[in-house]
């Protein structure tokens, strides 16, 4: 198994940032990549952003692209996201997510945190 503890969110203003952290542990070896989704209330969980294992290759959604960044530390085994400029519908729970190398789809999940933007 793999343990994915999430952290960093919190409250800020529009405009402001905000640096999310994503602790792996456990069965690491099997990860093939590392995703960012996020969920507002009374919508659907949607996808941010991605790294592989590596680190060599990240995706980002339209909505986030050059405002966030996501990186890793393979040393620590840690995903972040860095998230700019953010806006009030950037608001949801943040959740991070693995993605086995056997498996097309994010198998792993943390327990989520939160990004409140003020306006």
């Known amino acids: 198994q793999v343990q994915l503890v999430e952290s960093g969110g919190g409250l800020v203003q529009a405009g402001g940032s905000l640096r999310l952290s994503c602790a792996a542990s456990?069965?690491?070896?099997?990860?093939?990549?590392m995703g960012w989704f996020r969920q507002a209330p009374g919508k659907e969980r949607e996808f941010v952003s991605s790294?592989?294992?590596?680190?060599?290759?990240?995706l980002y959604a339209d909505s986030v692209k050059g405002r966030f960044t996501i990186s890793k530390d393979n040393a620590k085994n840690t995903v972040y996201l860095q998230m700019n400029s953010l806006k009030p519908e950037d608001t949801a729970v943040y959740y991070c997510?693995?993605?086995?190398?056997?498996?097309?789809?994010?198998?792993?999940w943390g327990q989520g945190t939160q990004v409140t933007v003020s306006s």
């Open positions: 997510a693995g993605r086995p190398t056997t498996d097309s789809s994010y198998k792993h």
């Open positions: 790294i592989s294992w590596s680190g060599g290759s990240t």
């Open positions: 456990g069965r690491t070896f099997s990860v093939y990549r």
